[in-house]
Nanobody, 123 residues
Framework: QIHVAESGGGLVQAGGSLRLSCVIA????????GAWFRQAPGKEREFIGS????????KYADSVKGRFTITRDNAADMVYIQMNSLKPEDTGVYYC????????????????WGQGTLVTVPS
């Protein structure tokens, strides 16, 4: 079993920064990928970015490229997303997920999910 849990959400002004944390722990030997998704109010959940927990390779959605950075700390079973230059359209519930392949962007490719953490960027 794999335990996934996010933390760090909150209210941040436009242009500000926030870092979310995600623990991916347990039987993770087949789960190389740590990914972040978000669901904005009234919208479907979308892929934000992912990281290979073994190599550190990353992939980002065009909407966050250059503003968001995903890193990992394998010794602590953690994956992070640093979010800079936040915009009102970044508002949503952010989910962390674990999967086999880090380059996958589809929700169906990720089996284990956290409960989500809310990020609010008021306009």
């Amino acid at each position: 079993q794999i335990h996934v849990a996010e933390s760090g959400g909150g209210l941040v002004q436009a242009g500000g920064s926030l870092r979310l944390s995600c623990v991916i722990a347990g039987r993770t030997y087949s789960s190389d990928a740590g990914a972040w998704f978000r669901q904005a109010p009234g919208k479907e959940r979308e892929f934000i970015g992912s990281i290979s927990r073994s190599s550190g390779s990353t992939k980002y959605a065009d909407s966050v490229k250059g503003r968001f950075t995903i890193t990992r700390d394998n010794a602590a079973d953690m994956v992070y997303i640093q979010m800079n230059s936040l915009k009102p359209e970044d508002t949503g519930v952010y989910y962390c997920a674990a999967g086999r392949r880090w380059f996958e962007t589809a929700e169906s490719s990720y089996v284990d999910w956290g409960q989500g953490t809310l990020v609010t960027v008021p306009s």
